[in-house]
């Protein structure tokens, strides 16, 4: 349980000793916040006693009676308005005027409760209080989390941007102070290395502007009645030139055809990432099966390769933004760390998911399930 202190200002002992009473075993539930709130009750029978309290530590909810020996608590409102954003302050009175109720909101008074009032009308003005206290908490809470997940965001975008860029730089030095002679051929792998470092940054860039559509819901969407296996052929083609070049035999198994509602471009997304890295992940010989099928209103795409494989600890954390699994085998392998999170997005707007089964040495086959008919995208944040 959340506990809110409160501080009770005002001569009357038995105003305060009824506000007390009301207040015990008194809980306020707040949706959308998980704990419930209670209260803890102090008390102060002057204005002096109520500041030097406050000094010591401001309450969440500050009881002030307006009419007291000594200061007022209009008084004391002054003397604390650089903690208002601490702590909510609701005047007490039995002297209620539009002027009062002026100067009290000036210097920073939430609330008014009239005397005489009622337990229900107490306990009614306490819970807005811990509402707005709950709520802005929560607020708070969430943007924290929000710069945290910024940070996060913003340094492992600077590791990833900062290899390539640290490789292209030594590359272009070499030309520029001519390290490996006067012929030109002598030069072909170093721009050969830049242009492939330059690539993948492009792709990064690429992948980072569709995780934040499709995020967003600002993505359009073209949802037409798509032909799967024509999409997957087209896309095999694609890399046709790439496996070829390492001997991996690429096989695609499917109905003739296999029909979804489905943004095609959606479709292309999900299977280059998973045959993209089908091939990247292979050894050089090795094979790339595709196979779709349906099953009671799903589709589901299953790429298979005979590839390094993972181990249940890698496969686990897989498909995260900016994962990517590095040791001894993969350390030359090229990636954004982004591909297999945009296939996940991508799988739940079609109320579907993206596994993987794999064993190291082995290869891995990932799987995508997707139903026939997809979810409306993410309502795009209005703009005021």
Do not use: W
């Not at 409160?6 to 105003?15: H, P, W």
């Not at 009290?104 to 005397?115: E, M, N, P, Q």
């Not at 993505?219 to 009645?225: D, P, S």
């Amino acid at each position: 349980m959340d506990l809110l202190r409160v501080l009770v200002t005002d001569d009357e002992l038995g105003m305060r000793l009824g506000v007390t009473r009301t207040l015990r075993g008194f809980t306020v539930q707040v949706p959308d916040v998980e704990d419930e709130i209670g209260f803890v009750v102090e008390e102060a029978d002057s204005g002096e006693a109520a500041l030097e309290k406050i000094r010591r530590g401001p309450p969440h909810i500050l009881f002030l009676d307006h009419k007291m020996p000594g200061i007022s608590g209009l008084d004391v409102l002054e003397a604390t308005q650089d903690l208002q954003s601490e702590m909510l302050t609701i005047m007490i009175t039995a002297y209620a005027s539009i002027e009062t109720a002026v100067q009290a909101t000036k210097r920073g008074a939430y609330d008014f409760l009239a005397k005489p009032f009622t337990p229900d009308e107490l306990r009614n003005t306490i819970r807005k209080a811990a509402t707005r206290l709950a709520l802005a908490r929560q607020a708070r809470k969430l943007a924290e989390e929000k710069r945290q997940v910024r940070f996060q965001f913003i340094r492992v975008l600077g590791h990833e941007l900062k290899a390539p860029l640290n490789a292209v730089e030594g590359y272009l030095r070499m030309l520029q102070e001519g390290r490996l002679g006067d012929r030109l051929p002598a030069y072909a792998e170093p721009v050969e290395r830049s242009l492939l470092r330059i690539e993948g940054m492009r792709k990064l860039v690429a992948d980072l502007l569709d995780v934040t559509h499709i995020e967003s819901g600002q993505r359009r969407r073209q949802l037409e009645t798509t032909d799967l296996t024509a999409v997957a052929r087209t896309v095999l083609e694609t890399f046709a030139p790439e496996a070829a070049g390492r001997g991996i035999e690429i096989a695609l198994h499917a109905a003739e055809p296999v029909r979804l509602t489905a943004d095609r471009g959606e479709i292309e997304m999900i299977l280059n990432n998973l045959i993209s890295n089908a091939i990247k992940y292979n050894g050089d010989g090795g094979r790339v099966d595709v196979r779709l099928t349906r099953a009671d209103e799903r589709v589901t795409i299953a790429v298979s390769d005979t590839g390094i494989g993972l181990t249940p600890e890698e496969s686990a954390r897989l498909f995260g933004e900016f994962v990517r699994i590095r040791n001894d085998k993969t350390q030359n392998i090229l990636g954004s760390g982004l591909g297999l999170s945009i296939v996940k997005k991508l799988a739940c707007l079609y109320g579907g998911d993206a596994t993987v089964t794999s064993q190291p040495g082995a290869g891995s086959t990932f799987t995508v399930v997707l139903a026939e008919s997809p979810n409306p995208p993410p309502a795009p944040p209005r703009t005021p």
